[in-house]
């Protein structure tokens, strides 16, 4: 998050959970800030706050990926199947059905 000094002019910050990294004004990795830790960034220089914690930059792993995929696609199968057995218009449902949560009580807009 970068700092702008206007905002930041009369706030305490305070680190609730994980870790803060202040980045200096040059871009250098200033310290880093533990739970509890304070801090004042009134005239220090401080040009962003970043989040050093565990899986910064880690890759997403490709098993967790394809099961999610594969399962919102069989979803989304199992909802075109139900709306082809048993909906009169189902290409117009299947394209209104992810809509349903926002449609008005009387149904979708004509």
């Known amino acids: ?12 910050g305070v680190v609730t959970r ?3 990294q202040l980045e200096l ?3 250098e990795p200033g ?11 009134r005239g220090t220089g401080v040009r962003a706050l970043r989040n050093p914690g565990p899986g910064v930059g880690a890759s997403i ?3 967790g990926f394809a099961v999610v995929t594969g399962f919102f696609s069989l979803v989304g199968i199992v909802i075109a199947a139900a ?8 290409a117009k449902r299947f394209l209104w059905s992810p809509a349903v949560g926002r449609a008005s009580p009387d149904g979708p807009e004509q």
């Open 31 to 41: 310290p880093v800030l533990e739970r509890g830790a304070g801090f004042w960034l």
């Open 61 to 63: 792993p490709l098993p």
């Open 1 to 12: 998050m970068a700092v702008v000094p206007a905002r930041w002019h009369h706030a305490l």
């Open 83 to 90: 709306l082809l057995r048993w909906s009169a218009r189902p």
């Open 25 to 27: 004004r040059d871009g």
């Open 18 to 20: 994980g870790q803060v």
